[in-house]
């Protein structure tokens, strides 16, 4: 674990994102130490997946206490930020404008991990050197994209109820290297995030409804079915949102009365996000 730890702390001196998109190629030592972590990935979720299970480490107080601390000692390793498909499409055309950015999409690596076969399988969507790295290890199994494919690809997850996430090393949007696609049934970040809060962070976005055009749970409530984070309320009859809400959107398009829309978070920092966000949802 020391020296994998010693090798991470010089990440930050080996950025290859130098500031508002300019994307820059990575070092040699950064592409062995990442490629060291995809070797160990199955291992680390299989294990993560485990204390999940256990009731010691979510219900008691002291299990609970140990997996926090134990997330703040991990805080190199990958960590994830929920994003709805507008800004997952910003980033897509990011990567291909510099000219410099691959796409590649290979196996979710929580359901390869776990064993687990359930469609979609094919979801986890490498960015950057992290299609380089998962191509170069699992040839058979990743393949490349143009940008229109991914985008397609984006939209046909969501009808999946999948929930974009784009992951970056040591909390720093300068080592952004993919966009997972998770079924929350099976992603282990995010089930370490419902559980104990830590792991993945609400993205730049939030949801809101009129309550006006809101038809209702009884007539719909399609919403309260769809959200994955208990972001979902009924009061006197009608969906609400409340501080649970992630901002992935997926229930602005299920909404039947067109009553949701995304605003943005005031003072919000993308600190995981290699793009500046500009674009407003009507």
Not at 115 to 121: A, Q, R, S, T
Not at 153 to 170: N, P, R, S
Request: glycine share 8%.
């Amino acid at each position: 674990m020391y020296p994998i730890l010693s090798l991470f702390l010089m990440l930050p001196l080996l950025h290859i994102i130098k500031g508002e998109g300019r994307v820059e190629k990575e070092s040699r030592v950064q592409r062995s130490i990442h490629k060291l972590y995809a070797i160990l990935e199955p291992k680390v979720l299989r294990l993560l997946n485990k204390m999940l299970e256990s009731k010691f480490f979510t219900e008691n107080r002291l299990g609970r206490m140990f997996m926090v601390g134990l997330a703040k000692a991990l805080w190199f390793l990958p960590h994830g930020i929920v994003i709805d498909y507008w800004t997952a499409e910003k980033i897509i055309r990011m990567v291909a404008e510099t000219g410099k950015g691959h796409i590649a999409i290979g196996p979710c690596v929580c359901k390869k991990a776990l064993g687990v076969n359930d469609e979609p399988y094919i979801t986890d969507m490498t960015i950057l050197y992290g299609a380089e790295i998962y191509t170069e290890l699992h040839g058979d199994e990743y393949r490349e994209l143009t940008p229109e494919e991914a985008l397609r690809l984006l939209k046909e997850f969501e009808k999946y109820g999948l929930i974009h996430e784009v992951f970056a090393c040591l909390k720093d949007e300068k080592w952004t290297f993919v966009i997972c696609n998770c079924d929350i049934r099976y992603c282990v970040p995010t089930k370490a995030y419902i559980k104990t809060g830590n792991g993945i962070y609400p993205g730049p976005y939030r949801a809101v409804v009129d309550a006006e055009k809101c038809l209702g749970v009884e007539e719909c409530g399609i919403c309260l079915e769809i959200c994955k984070f208990n972001a979902i309320e009924a009061r006197n009859g009608k969906a609400y949102v409340n501080s649970n809400c992630m901002g992935c959107g997926l229930c602005i398009d299920s909404c039947k009365g067109n009553a949701r829309r995304l605003v943005k978070r005031e003072n919000y920092k993308s600190f995981l996000l290699p793009v500046r966000l500009e674009h407003e949802h009507k």
